[in-house]
């Protein structure tokens, strides 16, 4: 259904954000499908189709167009990204609204021009390839089994710096606790999976902070 008391000007003057993206046109369901992906991966979001990046209204050229959303969510998207959708009449022009909410699935994967499937998350107005510990927080959030975790020295020396510092980066932390990249980014995605720290991944570069609420006294037992 076309509705033609519209928001769209609203939506517009926001701009390109982390929650919106406009796209003048479909031509490539699999392009269109990072987007939605982006989107499902990180805070949802609203795609405006119809409308070119200086927020000019141009309308849809087509009405093919919403199959092709519907093909970036069902086959060029993996799981399959559920969305809802809205015409908008806006000054005789078709605009399409595509919401999509962040997903309880994650991590959705799209494929990428080497046709190889990456998460992408949405980082201000751009989606960006998601990172290593944030896939393994993912992993970690579907796991059935619970999660025995090890007080040891890397762990004692991160939570220590960051008792001193702000914030911690994965570079850093290599630094100080003098072990591999794979094992450095499985502790931070533990970490984050007991909500002892928050990842700030939409900076560049990403960097995490502990999580003043987090009792620490729990970190000497075993979470289950």
């Known amino acids: 259904m076309r509705l033609n ?21 479909i031509s490539d369901s699999r392009k269109i499908a990072r987007t939605l992906v982006a989107f499902a ?8 189709v119809g409308v070119k990046d200086n927020g000019k209204v141009k309308g849809v050229q087509s009405e093919e167009e919403i199959y092709m959303v519907e093909a970036a969510a069902a086959l ?13 009449d806006v000054d005789g022009k078709l605009v399409l609204e595509i919401w999509v909410d962040k997903s309880p699935q994650r991590p959705h994967f799209a494929e990428n021009d080497e046709r190889k499937w990456v998460a992408y998350i949405r980082r201000n107005d751009e989606n960006i390839i998601a990172n290593p510990v944030l896939l393994k927080k993912w992993k970690l959030e579907k796991r059935k089994s619970g999660l025995r975790f090890s007080y040891d020295e890397p762990r004692q020396k991160l939570l220590e710096y960051l008792s001193e510092h702000e914030s911690i980066s994965l570079s850093k932390f290599l630094k100080i606790a003098r072990i591999t990249s794979t094992q450095a980014e499985n502790i931070l995605a533990e970490l984050l999976f007991i909500e002892c720290l928050s990842g700030h991944f939409e900076q560049d570069p990403v960097y995490y902070t502990l999580n003043k609420n987090f009792d620490m006294n729990s970190l000497r037992k075993p979470v289950l």
Do not use: M
């Open 5 to 25: 008391v519209s928001p769209i000007h609203k939506f517009i003057a926001q701009g390109e954000h982390q929650q919106q993206d406009f796209k003048f046109c």
């Open 41 to 48: 991966n990180t805070d949802g979001g609203r795609l405006l």
């Open 76 to 88: 060029y998207s993996k799981p399959k990204i559920k969305f809802t959708s809205q015409e908008w």
